[in-house]
């Protein structure tokens, strides 16, 4: 595959750049005492679906990662920031999140990225899941990172490319391609 240009890429937020999934099982773990539940056990997008924890726990959860992603404790994936500043010497980062709230994950990234790279970075927080390919067009992207498959599944035929970040709730089903980690999203764009 002939390498992206950087500026034709952009990137889901959580479970790409952020290890949302992670600080989901950690909380879980650690203040509701559900020690037997693991990122593997993830299997469908929809957590309630496939983990064997009350609704209100969930909710709780995700409220709290999605109102407070910083002192909630999520952090980003494994080479994610690093990768991210060398893609920021090339063109500026383009984020596009469903969250509803802008606020909350613009400052988590606020804290992660040099200034300078914060500074020119674009985000769009969108509030709804389905509707990413429009605006993905419109940022001029050609290619876009994302976990949640139904997503990745929209864009093909709109033009836009999906690269699928593996996760436990999306390696089957699919034929799209996939990256298994920041150190192969470096290598779309560079030696
Ligand atoms: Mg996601």
Not at 5 to 12: K, L, S, W
Not at 64 to 88: F, N, T
Not at 117 to 123: I, P, Q, T
């Amino acid at each position: 595959m002939n390498k992206i240009n950087p500026a034709h890429i952009g990137f889901d937020i959580d479970g790409v750049v952020a290890d949302t999934g992670g600080a989901f099982i950690r909380i879980a773990n650690e203040e509701y005492g559900l020690r037997s539940i693991s990122l593997e056990d993830i299997t469908y997008y929809d957590v309630v679906d496939c983990l064997d924890v009350e609704r209100k726990i969930i909710d709780d959860i995700f409220t709290r990662l999605h109102d407070e992603p910083l002192s909630s404790g999520i952090q980003p994936m494994e080479d994610a920031i690093h990768v991210l500043h060398k893609y920021a010497e090339h063109a500026p980062l383009t984020f596009v999140t469903a969250r509803p709230q802008k606020k909350p994950i613009d400052i988590w990234l606020k804290h992660f990225l040099d200034p300078s790279v914060y500074e020119e970075m674009r985000l769009v927080a969108m509030g709804v899941h389905d509707n990413k390919a429009p605006y993905i067009k419109d940022l001029g992207l050609k290619y876009f990172v994302d976990d949640r498959l139904q997503t990745c599944q929209k864009l093909t035929g709109k033009g836009i490319t999906p690269l699928v970040y593996n996760q436990p709730w999306n390696i089957n089903g699919h034929n799209l391609q996939t990256v298994e980690d920041w150190k192969a999203i470096y290598a779309l764009c560079f030696d």
